[in-house]
Structure formats: C-alpha cells, structure tokens
C-alpha cells in the first residue's frame, strides 16, 4: 500500500508540473504554441511505444521459444501467469552474455518475457522462478504503459527549453527565461520518472514473493546476477547501455554493488540463503553520500537497499493456492 501510495503521488505531481507548465507558458505565448509542442512528444512517445518491441527484439537478439523447445521454462511462466491472472506472456532467449531477464510489450495481452543465455548458467531453478516472477509482475503492474506515459512529461519540458532557449523569438518578451525555465523542469521531472522506475522494481520484487516465490531465491539470484555483471566485460555492458533500465538490475553498476553485497553471502556459499537474509532484516543499512546520488540518477534502486526491503517480505499460502506478501 505504502509503494502504491508513493506512485500515485509521484504520477499526481507529474502531471500537476505539466498543467502549471500549461498554464505559464499558455498564457505568456499563446496556448496554441504549448499544444503543438505537447502534440508533436506525444507523436514521437506514439512511434517509440509502437516501434520500441522490434528494436529491443533487434538490439537484444531475443528468439522466441516453444513449449516443445523450452518446457520448463514454459511451465514455470504458465503457473506465475495463472496466479498473477494474466494472459501467459511470450517468452524469449537473448543471445546476450550479461547474466539478466527483462519483460516488455504494449500492453498485458502483448507481454513478453524474456532471459539472457547467461542467466540460466548461474541460477538455480528456484532462483530463475523468483526472477520470472518479478518480470510477471511488471507486465501484470503496467510498468512499461505507466513509465511510458510518465516520460512524456521531461520530453516536453526539453522540446519547450531546446526551443525558447535557442530560438525564441524575443519580441514577444523575453522567452529564455520560459526556456530555462522548463530546463529546469525537465531536471526535475527526469529525476521524478527515475523515482518512478525504482518503485516499480521495488513493487515488482514485492509482487515476486507475492506470487509464491520465497523472498531469500529473489535476493539470491539478484546476488549472483550482480556477481556475473561484474565479470562481463565493460565493452558488452556498453552494447546495452541504453536498454539497461529493462534488465533487473543496473549492469553498469555491478562492480560497485558487488563490493557493497559481498559481505551478505556470510558462509561464502554463492548463494544467500534464508538465514542470511534474516539477519539483514536487523540490520540498519547507511549509504554514503556518493551512493544516495549515484541512486538518484539510477534507474534502479541501490542493490543493498532493495535486498534489505527482500529481507521484509514473506509469502503466506491463501484457501485459493495463491500466496501474498506480508
């Protein structure tokens, strides 16, 4: 509830910034001028949700697979899409070695879910099902509709800055304090969809747990993907720099991380089990400074963090089979 609570008010006061940004700029040049800035991001956010599927499908080298071809991997989808109540996604195997799985698609009947080969060398069966479950979870939430909507916002603010700065037309009064005006505002509606973004992968690992999967498989398998970021070579973390908000973790990010969650692994297993987890549960967890901003500009939370919010959460079975999260 608390997660759903800090969305809401994020998309309110997205979308409150927008109209005041009408109104300010309606009444100083004219409403006609806003609306067919509005009209033309709202055409380019039109092409780019159409045409965004093939060029993640392109750029990831995703290959779609069979039941016949992959049974277990269906199996497992089709018992998280049953109890999510959603239409079984597609599923897909990227070519890619970075060690990750991501969901994407227009819609919930359009989802689509997809893994790397790498992942499947590093995760136990347990584990890979707690990460299929976070990225039902993101199709079943929206995620990819309600961050697309939301970005519409900074690209507004940017076309108006790009355009009152360097080609307004002063006669009609000074528009480069419009333009930087809506500079700034695009700063800060950027941050404010970056915000948006790590509660929705908080709330995807809260929806993972919730459809059965024992929180400690979710914090492991985040460990161990962290583990196999760091070693991927940095020229092939580079290749999908710009879809890297898809993946379930920042592999950009990981040699950093992997410093910061060494030390959860306590038996030095490769793995983090249910006790270890536990014992996160009691501890007070403080970043440094460079990391709370390093996190700000991240589209995921800070990896320490979120494996603690893990260490919260437990499944408890329901009359109907389906477990919730408490």
């Known amino acids: 509830m608390y997660l759903q609570m800090r969305m809401y008010l994020l998309i309110g006061l997205l979308f409150a910034i927008l109209y005041a940004l009408f109104v300010i700029v309606g009444q100083y040049l004219g409403v006609g001028s806003f609306i067919a800035y509005g009209i033309l991001a709202f055409i380019m956010l039109f092409i780019q949700y159409i045409a965004s599927p093939y060029m993640i499908e392109f ?9 016949e071809e992959e049974p277990e991997l269906h199996q497992m989808v089709s018992e998280l ?26 819609s919930i009947s359009d989802g689509r879910i997809c893994i790397t080969e790498g992942i499947r060398e590093i995760l136990s069966r347990e584990e890979l099902k707690a990460v299929l479950g976070h990225e039902i979870s993101h199709i079943k939430n929206r995620d990819v509709m309600v961050m697309t909507m939301l970005s519409v916002i900074p690209m507004i603010c940017w076309y108006l800055a790009w355009n009152f700065l360097f080609f307004g037309d002063n006669r009609r009064g000074n528009t480069a304090i419009i333009g930087l005006f809506a500079f700034l505002l695009y700063f800060l509606t950027n941050m404010l969809v970056l915000y948006g973004s790590r509660i929705r992968e908080y709330y995807a690992d809260k929806g993972s747990v919730a459809l059965g999967n024992p929180p400690h498989y979710l914090a492991s398998a985040l460990y161990k993907i962290v583990y196999g970021s760091a070693k991927t070579p940095r020229s092939l973390v580079r290749q999908v720099e710009g879809f890297k908000a898809f993946f379930l973790n920042d592999p950009s990010k990981a040699y950093k991380e992997i410093q910061e969650i060494g030390e959860l692994d306590i038996d030095m297993s490769g793995t983090i089990d249910e006790r270890e987890l536990a014992q996160l549960r009691r501890r007070k967890i403080k970043l440094s400074t460079a990391d709370k901003i390093m996190e700000l500009l991240s589209t995921h939370p800070n990896m320490l963090n979120r494996i603690r919010y893990l260490s919260t959460l437990q499944t408890t079975s329901t009359r109907s089979g389906i477990t919730r999260t408490q």
């Open 81 to 106: 899409a049953r109890n999510a109540g959603i239409k079984k996604p597609r599923i897909g195997i990227s070519r890619l070695g970075i060690p990750n799985a991501f969901a994407f698609g227009r």
């Open 59 to 67: 750029a990831m080298g995703i290959r779609y697979v069979s039941e």
